[in-house]
């Protein structure tokens, strides 16, 4: 057992790998709101072409969280370091059970003044199990446990061969997402469970994504063509806004496309200039700005409601509304980090 725990990378590697990236940094803000106008904005409204865009390129959202959050878990499977993937399940659970158990009881409280619908006790265990019921943006954190979880028990069993499995693990994803048959298997459970089932497909092949690509690219030797493969990434992303239009054509290549689509993005971002500034002042901005991109993502619905049950629902829906939503979210985060930092309540913000 000693044997797996030892690191199996020397410590300078991971240094390199565990430097924080601004590049990525930058893009996870941007994904955080680009959700937050996906969720709170109604593009029926606008004949902005650059928001419409952004709109039409929400399926590469997710994908792209999920090959960013394990590409910098990979370095916790490859040394095994079991305190580290401790740590890591305390910040995926904490935020999972806090947030749906804390609204449960302001609604049902609310309850009682007549100000909000009852909801059942079954409804929060559902909530718990699927990530949807009470608080649906949390089912995303319900695949992102799964799949660390099992990627934490094959790691601690297999040692040459981690890599392998979780890429055949991922082509299973991937075909297990187009056969329809699980529903047919679960018919007689409730929709958040199907719902589970299904997204778990794509979940296993964007994660097997980015665990490979964090064994297998450097991004230092990368920046080495930076040029190059920049062009390159902005080329794929190209291509693939045109097959993706094609939807019947492509409907089967829909999840590779997007998994493409996420690397491409990723290693773009991955790959801005930020390291040759090394201004310490300028690096630490960008991280104060983008450190608190899972909070936001937890708080921006709710906001969303009372925003919508307040005055201003005048500019609810609209980008104003969402740069509303996102800097109020920001803002409950920083002072929530600020007043837990010393305590494990800060995952809830960050």
């Known amino acids: 057992m000693k044997k797996l725990l030892n690191y199996e990378m020397n410590e300078k590697n991971n ?118 019921k009470v608080y649906n943006v949390l089912w995303f954190h319900t695949n992102l446990i799964l799949t660390f979880l099992l990627n934490s028990i094959l790691i601690l069993f297999l040692k040459n061969n981690y890599l392998f499995v979780i890429q055949l693990i991922g082509i299973f994803g991937y075909i297990y997402n187009y056969i329809h048959f699980y529903f047919n298997l679960f018919n007689e459970y409730c929709i958040e469970v199907k719902s589970l089932i299904q997204d778990s497909g794509k979940v296993l092949f964007y994660s097997s994504i980015g665990i490979s690509l964090g064994f297998l690219i450097d991004i230092k030797n990368l920046r080495k063509e930076r040029k190059k493969t920049i062009f390159f990434s902005l080329f794929i992303l190209y291509l693939i806004r045109d097959f993706l239009s094609i939807y019947t054509l492509f409907y089967y290549l829909r999840c590779i496309l997007f998994g493409i689509g996420a690397t491409s993005l990723f290693i773009l ?24 991109t899972c909070g936001i993502y937890f708080l921006h619905s709710k906001v969303d409601e009372i925003l919508n049950s307040t005055i201003a629902i005048m500019i609810n829906r609209t980008l104003i509304g969402c740069i509303l939503n996102y800097i109020i979210c920001y803002i409950i985060c920083f002072f929530g980090v600020n007043i837990f930092g010393k305590s494990k309540i800060k995952y809830l913000f960050v």
């Open 15 to 132: 240094k390199d790998r565990i430097k924080i990236n601004s590049g990525i940094q930058i893009l996870r803000m941007l994904l955080s709101f680009s959700i937050v106008q996906i969720h709170c904005y109604d593009i029926k409204q606008t004949k902005n072409r650059l928001l419409k865009k952004i709109n039409e390129a929400k399926g590469f959202y997710v994908p792209t969280f999920y090959v960013i959050s394990y590409f910098f878990s990979f370095r916790i499977f490859k040394i095994r370091n079991i305190n580290k993937i401790k740590l890591r399940l305390e910040r995926f659970f904490i935020p999972y059970i806090t947030w749906p158990s804390f609204f449960f009881i302001i609604n049902n409280l609310m309850y009682h003044f007549n100000l909000k619908k009852k909801i059942e006790l079954k409804c929060l265990l559902i909530q718990l199990i699927t990530g949807k």
């Open 269 to 292: 971002f991955a790959l801005l200039p930020f390291d040759i500034i090394e201004n310490k002042k300028i690096n630490s901005i960008i991280l104060t700005i983008t450190n608190y």
